[in-house]
């Protein structure tokens, strides 16, 4: 099973900061099949980038991911106050699928 | 426009069978691209996968919980379902269901979710 171990558990920031998210993986995933969600309080994740930096459909800008191998990284270029929400990461290439721990991020 | 319902019992005793349904709208369960998953949360923690199916009823589990679920699909209904057995409140969660797609050799991650069930195991 690969393991995604995602850091900082929390990170809070100021509006218009950039805020950086880790994800790191117990052994190499393609970068084909390294995704990211957002899940704002009391909603289902959103899908925001796959193939560890395609944006998906709507998603801003402002957000881009980027990495290979066994280190992925979320960046949100500037915080906005509706990115309140815990990120997670996503492997979906090798059974069982596996979803890294989150990342919560708190606007100051 | 896809839109995935999950609908069930909120209340599972212990030792009992949780069983649930998603029932696709806006799309058919038999494309052949598509893989139909459920994910659990239990309250203020991650995300699990638990399982997903086929059309065609071809179905693959996490081995967390492999020995006690069951997945099925019906597409007269266009519904899929999830069962899992002897829970505990360690099963306790919301439970999404949700699709993901398999085209051309590449595959795309969970793009479409309901808006979850939370389940209970209480007696």
């Known amino acids: 099973e690969i393991v995604l171990t995602q850091s900082p558990g929390t990170l809070s920031l100021s509006p218009g900061e950039r805020a950086t998210l880790s994800c790191r993986a117990s052994?190499?995933?393609?970068?084909?099949?390294l995704v990211w969600y957002q899940q704002k309080p009391g909603q289902a994740p959103r899908l925001l980038i796959y193939?560890?930096?395609i944006r998906a459909t709507g998603i801003p800008d402002r957000f881009s991911g980027s990495g290979s191998g066994t280190d992925f990284t979320l960046t949100i270029s500037r915080l906005e106050p509706e990115d309140l929400a815990v990120y997670y990461c996503q492997q979906y290439v090798i059974l069982p699928l596996t979803f890294g721990g989150g990342t919560k991020v708190e606007i100051q | 426009q896809l839109q995935l319902q999950e609908s069930g019992p909120g209340l599972v005793m212990p030792s009992g069978t949780l069983s649930l349904t998603c029932t696709v709208s806006g799309g058919s369960i038999s494309s052949s691209t598509d893989y139909w998953g459920w994910i659990r949360q239990p309250p203020g923690k991650g995300l699990e996968w638990i399982g997903s199916i086929y059309y065609s009823g071809s179905a693959y589990y996490n081995p967390s919980v492999k020995s006690r679920v069951t997945i099925s699909v019906d597409t007269s209904t266009n519904q899929f379902s999830l069962r899992l057995s002897s829970v505990t409140a360690a099963d306790a969660a919301v439970y999404y269901c949700?699709?993901?797609?398999?085209?051309?050799?590449?595959?795309?991650?969970?793009?479409?979710w309901g808006q979850g069930i939370l389940v209970t195991v209480s007696s």
């Open positions: 193939g560890a930096s």
């Open positions: 949700a699709r993901h797609r398999e085209d051309s050799g590449y595959k795309y991650p969970f793009e479409y």
């Open positions: 052994q190499s995933v393609s970068s084909d099949y």
